[in-house]
């Protein structure tokens, strides 16, 4: 099959969150089963260094009506054949959504430029390089939905159908009526009894949609996660699935981890203990016995900051245990982690910065990993958390509901709480304080959690099942 991707993250060119894993790791899985993948994306402002092939092509698209040109520029990247939309004034900015403060005020104009300009190119291409399937991730591709119904008007790309993968519904890029002309759209092209975004516009429009675990599928037919477009999912309810996210092995296995100068196994855990060390030493901890806690992850309220800061606020003065966090994000949060750290400097360290090293070198250092969060779509942090034997400490919400054993139930492979609250958390932190105590039962989930597989092999299969279901529509 010839499958297009339209994205806004790929990880290795740009990358703010998991949504980058799941595009490359899925688009990895299923050139493994034999088909052939197109990744469109943004030429953003850090990918003007990449080594570009010499070939590229000119599209014009319209918008409000006015002609505005755009460069497809060629690369491989990993075996994998990308598109770079290119647009001075639309993407060639530093960061790919917001200046570090705010978002761009232009956003839904840039991405439903990219996705007009992406399927403009599609249907330049001749009939046997034409894709079965377009696959849109999140808000910033949902426009390609509409867009691709428009040009099949014009008896374009008849044979492609256009699927929808949510990551994260409660990003929407809300719209306004008077956006419609601008974007190109009619009033019966658009959701009329929920809340207009360019998400409630792709949900609508797509052949067929999913999100990234069954858990926050079943949230998404209600309130409050579903922000305000419930409805819509209910009436699109039979075309809808969820498929849990994977891991990609090859990046993320303790085993051969390139990011780790200590390696280790199920079998041989000695290259952990190195690694935690070493991790203390870095960031200039004590290595002593007590359990050491680590975190990464966005810093928004998604991720359970609101209670999370306040529990360990209480929680450290007392706890014999070392908390580790790397995270940017919302200056909400950062400026009591930052407060944590002075009040605990025998024990507490916040990182503010993006680095991937540090991440891998984090999963592999924690004896316990923390992901409270409000609500998780998917998450793949915990999934990491698992290869590395560092047992994570979730909230039940979502895909972290559908991939963490908790503690108590048969086959545990980490520790659940149900409430978004602090006491619950701090329950959740001293269940791990006693677990850990216990060496024999700790080293036990330990190896379990190891053992798991959520390999993104799995997960290909069932998206090539969307597809054909997408396709015999
Ligand atoms: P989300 O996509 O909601 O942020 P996920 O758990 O699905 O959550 O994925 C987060 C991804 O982003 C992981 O690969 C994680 O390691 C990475 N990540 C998050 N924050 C940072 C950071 N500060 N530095 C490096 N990697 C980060
Ligand atoms: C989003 C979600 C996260 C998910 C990721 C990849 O960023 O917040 O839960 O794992 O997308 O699908």
Redesign the pocket.
């Known amino acids: 099959m010839q499958i297009v991707f339209l994205c806004s993250e790929y990880e290795g060119l740009l990358?703010t969150?998991?949504?980058a894993?799941a595009t490359r790791g899925l688009a990895q899985a299923l050139r493994q089963q034999g088909h052939q993948l197109t990744i469109l994306l943004p030429r953003y402002g850090t990918l003007y260094p990449l080594p570009l092939q010499a070939q590229w092509q000119s599209v014009y698209v319209e918008m409000n009506g006015q002609h505005i040109g755009a460069a497809i520029r060629h690369l491989q990247h990993d075996g994998i054949h990308v598109g770079l939309i290119e647009h001075h004034d639309f993407f060639n900015r530093p960061r790919p959504y917001d200046d570090g403060e705010h978002a761009y005020p232009d956003n839904a104009l840039r991405f439903a430029f990219f996705c007009k300009a992406a399927l403009a190119y599609l249907a330049t291409l001749p009939d046997d390089q034409s894709p079965a399937i377009i696959h849109g991730h999140d808000w910033q591709s949902a426009l390609g939905s509409v867009y691709l119904k428009q040009l099949q008007q014009q008896g374009k790309l008849l044979q492609s159908r256009f699927v929808l993968s949510i990551h994260?519904a409660a990003y929407q890029q809300g719209l306004g009526w008077h956006d419609l002309p601008l974007l190109g759209l009619h009033a019966d092209e658009v959701p009329q009894q929920v809340q207009l975004s360019m998400l409630s516009i792709g949900v609508k429009n797509a052949s067929q949609l999913n999100t990234v675990s069954e858990g926050y599928r079943e949230e998404l037919l209600s309130e409050p996660a579903a922000n305000g477009l419930s409805q819509l999912y209910q009436t699109r309810q039979a075309d809808f699935s969820g498929i849990l996210n994977g891991c990609d092995y090859s990046r993320w296995d303790p085993a051969t981890d390139h990011s780790l100068t200590a390696h280790y196994r199920v079998d041989d855990l000695h290259g952990k203990a190195l690694c935690k060390a070493q991790l203390r030493q870095q960031v200039q901890l004590t290595d002593n016995k007590v359990p050491l806690f680590v975190a990464?992850?966005?810093v928004t309220g998604?991720k359970g900051f609101s209670y999370l800061i306040p529990a360990l606020a209480q929680w450290l003065v007392e706890a014999q245990a070392q908390v580790v966090m790397?995270?940017?994000g919302e200056q909400q949060f950062i400026g009591p982690l930052k407060q944590l750290q002075q009040q605990f400097p025998d024990k507490f360290r916040f990182i503010e910065?993006?680095?991937?090293d540090?991440?891998h070198q984090l999963e592999a250092a924690g004896d316990f990993f923390l992901m409270p969060s409000l609500f998780e779509p998917?998450?793949?942090?915990q999934i990491y958390s698992l290869r590395y034997g560092t047992l994570p400490i979730v909230r039940a919400t979502g895909g972290l509901k559908d991939t963490v054993v908790g503690l108590g139930k048969r086959g545990a492979t980490g520790i659940s709480f149900e409430q978004p609250s602090a006491e619950d958390v701090t329950v959740a932190l001293e269940q791990a304080i006693s677990l850990y105590a216990d060496q024999r039962k700790y080293k036990t989930m330990q190896q379990r959690a190891m053992q798991q597989y959520f390999g993104w092999d799995q997960a290909a299969l069932l998206y090539q099942r969307l597809y054909q279901r997408a396709l015999s529509a």
Not at 353 to 356: I, Y
Not at 378 to 381: A, E, K, R
């Open positions: 990358k969150g998991g949504l894993d994260n990464v992850s966005r998604q790397m995270g940017t910065g993006f680095d991937d540090f991440s998917c998450g793949l942090n």
